[in-house]
C-alpha cells in the first residue's frame, strides 16, 4: 500500500520560511519522479516543484529564487523549503510520486495535502 504523507505546513507571515516533507512508503522511491503541487482555495491543482529520480529540478516561474526541491533517497522522503513567502504561495501542497516507465505501466501517487497559510 502507497502512503505519502505530507508536513511542515502551517501559518507564516509574508517574508518567512516553512520547510514541507513527503514521507513515502509502498514504493521504490529512488524510481520515482517527486514533485510538490499546490492547490488554492477555488483553483486548479498546479505545479510547484519536481524533482527527477536523477536529481535534475524543476520549478514553476513564481517560486524560481524561493523554494528548492530536494530528495533524501536512504529516507524515502522529499523535501520543499520555502523562502521569502507570499500571500500568493497559499493553499494546500500535495506531494506526488510518478513513475513513467518507457514500458509498463504508469504509477501516479498523491499524499492528502498539507495547509499552508501565508499572512500579509
Known amino acids: 500500500q502507497v502512503q505519502l504523507v505530507e508536513s511542515g505546513g502551517g501559518w507564516v507571515q509574508a517574508g518567512g520560511s516553512l520547510r514541507l516533507s513527503c514521507a513515502a512508503s509502498?514504493?521504490?522511491?529512488?524510481?520515482?519522479?517527486m514533485g510538490w503541487y499546490r492547490q488554492a482555495p477555488g483553483k486548479q491543482r498546479d505545479m510547484v516543484a519536481v524533482?527527477?529520480?536523477?536529481?535534475?529540478?524543476n520549478y514553476a516561474d513564481s517560486v524560481k529564487g524561493r523554494f528548492t526541491i530536494s530528495r533524501d533517497n536512504a529516507k524515502n522522503t522529499v523535501f520543499l523549503q520555502m523562502n521569502s513567502l507570499k500571500p500568493e504561495d497559499t493553499g494546500v501542497y500535495f506531494c506526488?510520486?510518478?513513475?513513467?516507465?518507457?514500458?509498463?505501466?504508469?504509477?501516479?501517487?498523491w499524499g492528502q495535502g498539507t495547509q499552508v497559510t501565508v499572512a500579509s
Open positions: 506526488n510520486a510518478l513513475l513513467q516507465p518507457v514500458l509498463g505501466r504508469r504509477s501516479n501517487y
Open positions: 509502498g514504493i521504490t522511491f529512488s524510481r520515482y519522479e
Open positions: 524533482i527527477s529520480s536523477s536529481g535534475s529540478t
